[in-house]
């Protein structure tokens, strides 16, 4: 697959702190943990944070209240990198915490982008941790730098706070009301203060955010699979639109915070953000990929002698397919798990050899076979001619590529960072010049209904999903000068 998670090549940051990558994307992304009432609450985020890892590996941070004053630490790199020591976990005292972890970028900027962020006001001590992107950052930036506003950061999140700290309301909700009330886009936002937690989901429900229980203290993070990991229980889907608050006692309360409109959650999250152990919208990503993988071997059968999976994000798919069709599953690419995460190559020539760094095929079951070759998605199709080649170099007779995603055509303006559009190999190419461009022997994708119908063959139906990346339908318009901003003009990627 377009697997970004290990293989990150080079990337350069927009504006808001958006950033390409020349051979992935969508790219994810960021994860958010916060937890309220346990007296080593910092310790509990940092075991959240681990866990969703996968979600960015740029920096992490976490930030903790005693209630009386907040400590912070947060810097580059992996969640066990910046937090690499006991004592600075120590450091962070108290029983409020909120964590982040965010993709990697390249670029000056990156530690001052890290998250939390954290600002002092006239409304004491507040610190953000936010998944997604705000569609309208840039003339709401424009606006309050004009009005006077400083910002120190690149991101989007500081216009939240910004937002939050200049809005003329007695409470904290209710000015975290009023701020985004003023911002469009997806959302998941943690807002600790000295003595309360928040947490936000914009109101399509685009970005995820979860509520869970551990003991007597109210955990959030953007996949349920931070709870397993700390022992706690799933409890709910934050509902879109809807905040939360928690403070003394324990006492949660809920509020309208964005009229909510029609639930509209990140298609991508199914296909392959989120983790397999992950359950959102009450299924578990595992299944509802391998339903994938199904529904795709009945719409577009192969007549082959294995099927293999790209490891590790397309595995569940491909036992899918080949349970479906009967054709067995094989273990035909092997990834070395211990490069590095961050592949600074430019060239062409270096990602090639990144590639075979990271995968290698097995020649001894791929050898004199036709194979099936299942992925999630196709971004710029770099990735996939090199598997191609990588598969028929040890000895393929035929490659069937099977994508259980539909062709990925369109930018993504809600957190989850893209390549250039004009880079996506699926922009203006019919499938079968898709084909010829990656050198398979056929190729097929999963088509819109086929996916959702394997989405909602778990959740009873019902729900409705962004799917701008393939349709093109989006649920919160872009403004043009964002889009052409963030993803056509200005910083490019490297090719
Ligand atoms: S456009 Fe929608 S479905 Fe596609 S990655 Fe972005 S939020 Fe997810």
Same mark, same amino acid.
């Given at each position: 697959?377009?697997?970004?998670?290990?293989?990150?090549?080079?990337? +350069?940051?927009?504006?808001?702190?958006?950033?390409?990558?020349?051979?992935?994307?969508?790219?994810?992304?960021?994860? @958010?943990?916060?937890?309220?009432? %346990?007296?080593?609450?910092?310790?509990?985020?940092? %075991?959240?944070?681990?866990?969703?890892?996968?979600?960015?590996?740029?920096?992490?941070?976490? !930030?903790?209240?005693?209630?009386?004053?907040?400590?912070?630490?947060k810097g580059m790199g992996l969640v066990n990198d910046v937090f690499d020591q006991p004592a600075t976990l120590d450091k962070l005292k108290g029983h409020i915490a909120i964590g982040h972890v965010r993709y990697s970028t390249t670029g000056s900027s990156n530690l001052a982008n890290a998250q939390p962020i954290l600002v002092n006001s006239r409304k004491g001590s507040l610190a953000l941790a936010h998944n997604g992107n705000l569609v309208d950052a840039d003339p709401i930036r424009d606006r309050l730098e004009d009005e006077g506003a400083i910002f120190s950061t690149s991101v989007d999140t500081e216009v939240l706070a910004h937002l939050i700290v200049r809005a003329r309301k007695e409470s904290l909700e209710e000015s975290v009301i009023h701020a985004i009330n003023q911002v469009?886009?997806?959302?998941?936002?943690?807002?600790?203060?000295?003595?309360?937690? #928040?947490?936000?989901?914009?109101? %399509?429900?685009?970005?995820?955010?979860?509520?869970?229980?551990?003991?007597? =203290?109210?955990?959030?993070?953007?996949?349920? =699979?931070?709870?397993?990991?700390?022992?706690?229980?799933?409890?709910?889907?934050?509902?879109?639109?809807?905040?939360?608050?928690?403070?003394?006692?324990?006492?949660?309360?809920?509020?309208?915070? !964005?009229?909510?409109?029609?639930?509209? &959650? =990140? $298609?991508?999250?199914?296909?392959?953000?989120?983790?397999?152990?992950?359950?959102?919208?009450?299924?578990?990503?595992?299944? @509802?990929?391998?339903?994938?993988?199904?529904?795709?071997?009945?719409?577009?059968?192969?007549?082959?002698?294995?099927?293999?999976?790209?490891?590790?994000?397309?595995?569940?798919?491909?036992?899918?397919?080949?349970?479906?069709?009967?054709?067995?599953?094989?273990?035909?690419? #092997?990834?070395?798990?211990?490069?590095?995460?961050?592949?600074?190559?430019?060239?062409?020539?270096?990602?090639?050899?990144?590639?075979?760094?990271?995968?290698?095929?097995?020649?001894?079951?791929?050898?004199?076979? +036709?194979?099936?070759?299942?992925?999630?998605?196709?971004?710029?199709?770099?990735?996939?001619?090199?598997?191609?080649?990588?598969?028929?170099?040890?000895?393929?007779?035929?490659?069937? $590529? +099977?994508?259980?995603?539909? &062709?990925?055509?369109?930018?993504?303006?809600?957190? #989850?960072?893209?390549?250039?559009?004009?880079?996506?190999?699926?922009?203006?190419?019919?499938?079968?010049?898709?084909?010829?461009?990656?050198?398979?022997?056929?190729?097929?994708?999963?088509?819109?209904?086929? $996916?959702?119908?394997?989405?909602?063959?778990?959740?009873?139906?019902?729900?409705?999903? =962004?799917?701008?990346?393939?349709?093109?339908?989006?649920? !919160?318009?872009?403004?043009?000068?964002?889009?052409?901003?963030?993803?056509?003009?200005?910083?490019?990627?490297?090719?």
């Amino acid at each position: 697959m377009d697997d970004h998670r290990d293989l990150a090549l080079a990337m +350069r940051p927009y504006r808001w702190g958006i950033a390409t990558h020349p051979d992935k994307g969508p790219i994810d992304e960021c994860g @958010v943990f916060g937890i309220y009432g %346990h007296p080593e609450a910092a310790g509990i985020t940092h %075991h959240g944070l681990i866990a969703l890892q996968h979600r960015g590996q740029e920096s992490a941070g976490i !930030v903790a209240s005693d209630g009386e004053a907040l400590t912070m630490h947060k810097g580059m790199g992996l969640v066990n990198d910046v937090f690499d020591q006991p004592a600075t976990l120590d450091k962070l005292k108290g029983h409020i915490a909120i964590g982040h972890v965010r993709y990697s970028t390249t670029g000056s900027s990156n530690l001052a982008n890290a998250q939390p962020i954290l600002v002092n006001s006239r409304k004491g001590s507040l610190a953000l941790a936010h998944n997604g992107n705000l569609v309208d950052a840039d003339p709401i930036r424009d606006r309050l730098e004009d009005e006077g506003a400083i910002f120190s950061t690149s991101v989007d999140t500081e216009v939240l706070a910004h937002l939050i700290v200049r809005a003329r309301k007695e409470s904290l909700e209710e000015s975290v009301i009023h701020a985004i009330n003023q911002v469009h886009g997806g959302y998941a936002l943690l807002i600790l203060s000295e003595d309360k937690l #928040i947490a936000v989901r914009d109101p %399509h429900g685009i970005r995820p955010l979860q509520l869970g229980r551990l003991g007597d =203290c109210w955990v959030v993070a953007s996949e349920s =699979c931070a709870f397993d990991t700390v022992g706690a229980e799933f409890v709910r889907e934050v509902a879109p639109g809807e905040l939360l608050s928690i403070s003394k006692g324990g006492v949660i309360r809920s509020k309208t915070a !964005v009229k909510a409109a029609e639930a509209r &959650p =990140c $298609m991508f999250e199914f296909i392959y953000f989120a983790r397999p152990d992950s359950q959102l919208e009450g299924v578990n990503m595992h299944a @509802v990929r391998k339903e994938m993988g199904r529904e795709l071997a009945r719409e577009a059968p192969a007549e082959a002698d294995i099927v293999i999976g790209v490891p590790d994000s397309s595995i569940s798919a491909a036992t899918g397919y080949a349970e479906e069709s009967g054709i067995p599953y094989e273990v035909g690419l #092997i990834k070395n798990r211990y490069i590095a995460r961050t592949f600074i190559l430019p060239s062409q020539l270096k990602r090639e050899a990144a590639l075979k760094l990271k995968l290698n095929p097995l020649r001894k079951v791929i050898e004199g076979k +036709r194979v099936v070759l299942v992925d999630d998605s196709i971004v710029r199709g770099t990735t996939s001619r090199h598997l191609v080649a990588l598969l028929r170099e040890a000895g393929a007779r035929e490659v069937h $590529m +099977r994508i259980s995603s539909p &062709p990925y055509r369109n930018a993504c303006h809600y957190g #989850i960072d893209t390549t250039r559009v004009k880079d996506l190999v699926a922009k203006g190419r019919e499938v079968d010049a898709i084909r010829d461009e990656i050198g398979a022997d056929s190729l097929n994708y999963l088509s819109v209904d086929g $996916m959702i119908k394997a989405v909602g063959a778990r959740t009873d139906g019902g729900h409705s999903f =962004c799917l701008a990346c393939f349709t093109a339908d989006y649920p !919160v318009p872009v403004l043009e000068n964002v889009d052409k901003f963030a993803f056509e003009g200005g910083k490019d990627g490297d090719d």
